[in-house]
């Protein structure tokens, strides 16, 4: 499997929720944030997951 499918299928096979503990204020400002940049807070952690693992070669 390509990383690209890999990364395809990490995105789409969603069966897991997660409960986080954020800073009040801290979660706000993620939130804020991503409203400005017209996206959504679980979209922009999903890509960080993501990059965290390309860049510890996980994904390969």
């Known amino acids: 499997m ?22 009040d204020e801290l979660w706000q ?9 017209k996206t959504k807070p679980t979209w922009e952690i999903e890509k960080w997951i993501l990059n965290y693992l390309d860049k510890n070669n996980a994904l390969d």
């Open 29 to 37: 400002l993620f939130k804020q944030t991503c409203e400005t940049n």
């Open 2 to 23: 390509s990383k690209t499918e890999k990364i395809s299928e990490l995105k789409t096979n969603k069966t897991r929720k997660v409960a986080f503990m954020f800073n």
